[in-house]
């Protein structure tokens, strides 16, 4: 195993024991499940710094850990596999936008919408009311309104929280932003040290 990989490799399980550990810190925890934390942010960081294989394979761990640790509000396989696997899965599409000047924050946004867009189909086709519903003192008689509402509510915080914290964090770790390609390149045409 070279070098790369197994700095890959510590740093992504470090990056998802610090997500895992981050998403018991919830500011807000909602009934049917959802809660406004920021588990997701060391998940974005690891995906500024490597490429698509490490990136989706430490969001998928990640997923993995929230279906064992956290997984009380599955109702089935096909909600295990929605609500957790795949809607922390997604998260690895971050890693598109990482060459990017910026991409932390682009990633950080699609990760997000994407991981919205799963739990809504997932709000949809498994939860979906029958009945009408009431949430934020207001009555949902339509499931794809109550789905967009519910997760929204605490998807979109978690992206506006990871996004703060980013833009406060991202001028002290400018260099650890840099993509994996850019420094093997730039150690490479700098040769041996005197």
Same mark, same amino acid.
């Given at each position: &195993?070279?070098?790369?990989?197994? +700095?890959?490799?510590?740093? *992504?399980?470090? &990056?998802?024991?610090?997500?895992?550990?981050?998403?018991?810190?919830? %500011?807000?925890?909602?009934?049917?499940g959802g809660s406004v934390c920021i588990g997701m942010l060391p998940i974005f960081l690891y995906c500024a710094r490597w490429g698509c294989k490490e990136s989706f394979l430490a969001s998928f761990a990640y997923g993995l850990l929230q279906l064992?640790?956290? *997984?009380?509000?599955?109702? *089935?396989?096909?909600? &295990?596999?929605?609500? @957790?696997? %795949?809607?922390?899965? /997604?998260?690895?599409?971050?890693?598109?936008? +990482?060459?990017?000047k910026g991409g932390i924050f682009v990633g950080t946004v699609v990760g997000c919408v994407c991981r919205f867009i799963v739990h809504f189909i997932s709000g949809v086709t498994i939860y979906r009311i029958y009945e009408p519903t009431v949430l934020f003192n207001t009555t949902f008689a339509n499931p794809y309104l109550?789905?967009?509402? @519910?997760? *929204?509510?605490? /998807?979109?915080?978690? &992206?506006?929280?990871?996004?703060?914290?980013?833009?406060?964090?991202? +001028?002290? %770790?400018? +260099?650890y932003f840099a993509p994996q390609e850019a420094v093997a390149a730039a150690r490479k045409n700098q040769g041996p040290e005197l």
């Amino acid at each position: &195993m070279t070098q790369t990989k197994t +700095r890959a490799l510590t740093e *992504g399980a470090l &990056m998802v024991a610090a997500a895992t550990a981050l998403s018991y810190v919830k %500011l807000l925890e909602l009934p049917q499940g959802g809660s406004v934390c920021i588990g997701m942010l060391p998940i974005f960081l690891y995906c500024a710094r490597w490429g698509c294989k490490e990136s989706f394979l430490a969001s998928f761990a990640y997923g993995l850990l929230q279906l064992i640790f956290d *997984g009380a509000y599955a109702w *089935g396989p096909t909600s &295990m596999l929605l609500d @957790y696997v %795949l809607a922390f899965g /997604v998260l690895g599409v971050a890693c598109l936008f +990482r060459k990017q000047k910026g991409g932390i924050f682009v990633g950080t946004v699609v990760g997000c919408v994407c991981r919205f867009i799963v739990h809504f189909i997932s709000g949809v086709t498994i939860y979906r009311i029958y009945e009408p519903t009431v949430l934020f003192n207001t009555t949902f008689a339509n499931p794809y309104l109550y789905s967009a509402v @519910y997760n *929204g509510s605490y /998807v979109f915080i978690d &992206m506006v929280l990871c996004l703060i914290i980013t833009a406060l964090l991202y +001028r002290p %770790l400018s +260099r650890y932003f840099a993509p994996q390609e850019a420094v093997a390149a730039a150690r490479k045409n700098q040769g041996p040290e005197l």
